[in-house]
T-cell receptor
């Protein structure tokens, strides 16, 4: 079992819709969870971090965490063409390391 | 803003060459990391450093070494480049929290 698994995608959504990205992790002791956005040919950019169960909102992005289910998700509301990218889920392994999922590619259709 | 820079965006080397990839961060971060990213395999940790002159192997250290002589600089060395080391190389740094900040990446092609 991979440490971090994401829905494989690609995910295609119309402009203005909600894009929903899912991530599950295997290490029950993980405490810190991150979403990175990576445009084609660019490096990952941190867009959200979440540490407690529940929802965390930042602009059009909402991260949701359920530690009991070992599940973290990212919702992108009012999707824009500029949201077209690959989204990486990352989970802490210990004080230094993160485990990354393989990523979900999102395409927003105009 | 955190600034992580890498010495080259694109690099082409021949098989057997010794290759140096440089990474510099300007935020006084203690921890620095080198990853490679390949399609379908995601980000894989090669080495990381938690302090000057301190290093630890990541998940795929074979064929690589690192050097950290100064806090702001972390170098990745390919002792004898091979074609299977053709990849995107990403440097990252962090301080006390878990968030890692990435440099722009170096796309290395070994022919």
């Amino acid at each position: 079992q991979k440490e971090v698994e994401q829905n494989s995608g690609p995910l295609s959504v119309p402009e203005g819709a909600i894009a929903s990205l899912n991530c599950t992790y295997s290490d029950r002791v993980s405490q810190s969870f991150f979403w990175y956005r990576q445009y084609s040919g660019k490096s990952p950019e941190l867009i959200m971090s979440i540490y407690s169960n529940g929802d965390k909102e930042d602009g059009r992005f909402t991260a949701q965490l359920n530690k009991a289910s070992q599940y973290v998700s990212l919702l992108i509301r009012d999707s824009q063409p500029s949201d077209s990218a690959t989204y990486l889920c990352a989970v802490n392994r210990n004080d230094y390391k993160l485990s990354f999922g393989a990523g979900t590619t999102v395409t927003v259709r105009a | 803003d955190v600034k992580v820079t890498q010495s080259s965006r694109y690099l082409v080397k021949r098989t057997g060459e010794k290759v140096f990839l440089e990474c510099v961060q300007d935020m006084d971060h203690e921890n620095m990391f080198w990853y490679r990213q390949d399609p379908g395999l995601g980000l894989r940790l090669i080495y990381f450093s938690y302090d000057v002159k301190m290093k630890e192997k990541g998940d795929i250290p074979e064929g690589y070494s690192v050097s950290r002589e100064k806090k702001e600089r972390f170098s990745l060395i390919l002792e004898s480049a091979s074609t299977n080391q053709t990849s995107m190389y990403l440097c990252a740094s962090k301080t006390g929290g878990y968030e890692q900040y990435f440099g722009p990446g170096t796309r290395l092609t070994v022919t």
